[in-house]
């Protein structure tokens, strides 16, 4: 399939936190989208990073994050049962611990990292890009394991992303939120 499965129906938080335990949904201002199970490529490739970020954030205020966790993106102050778009990025980091409940996350992380798919690539590249961008994810990372690239989109003071910086994977690609890590992507040479 090209593009990732929808439910024509406009769904809260308060309908998701019903569904199956067993089936993985994500909401983009109430439209439920199905998420197909990751290739073992892919949950590599979160493993990897995600264990160099949270190496990295031992001792320090921030906490990454994998999928499946359950990021709630309120509109204004509704309620989290009136919450229409709930996320659930490959890795997100999140500084402020106030957003962090049993839940997950409600409200904007700081970073958010997805690795594309092929039925999953023109909602991350797109919707998902507007929609960090408007809630104020501060950097959003979107890496292509084929081509073995990532794009870097940054907010500016303005509340909008710039033009992305593409960065391949045969150097360490620095975090502009925490410029001291470097991500290695030598493990990438592996396979």
Excluded at 85 to 107: E, F, H, Y
Aim: proline share 7%; net charge negative.
């Amino acid at each position: 399939m090209g593009a990732a499965e929808q439910l024509p129906q406009h769904f809260t938080y308060a309908d998701y936190a019903k569904w199956p335990e067993d089936e993985r949904w994500e909401l983009i201002e109430g439209v439920a989208y199905a998420m197909a199970a990751p290739s073992r490529q892919h949950q590599k490739i979160v493993l990897k990073v995600g264990n160099q970020i949270d190496r990295y954030l031992e001792g320090k205020s921030c906490e990454v994050y994998p999928a499946p966790f359950d990021i709630r993106l309120p509109n204004h102050n509704e309620a989290d049962d009136d919450v229409d778009t709930t996320v659930q990025p490959d890795l997100a980091v999140i500084c402020d611990k106030n957003k962090l409940d049993d839940k997950g996350c409600r409200g904007a992380p700081d970073w958010i990292i997805e690795v594309l798919s092929p039925s999953t690539a023109l909602k991350d590249m797109d919707k998902k890009r507007w929609l960090y961008e408007r809630h104020g994810v501060k950097e959003y990372w979107i890496i292509h394991p084929i081509d073995r690239w990532v794009m870097v989109y940054t907010l500016k003071d303005d509340g909008q992303y710039g033009l992305p910086l593409m960065f391949g994977m045969d150097e360490p690609t620095a975090v502009g939120l925490l410029p001291e890590l470097l991500i290695d992507w030598a493990f990438m040479q592996e396979e």
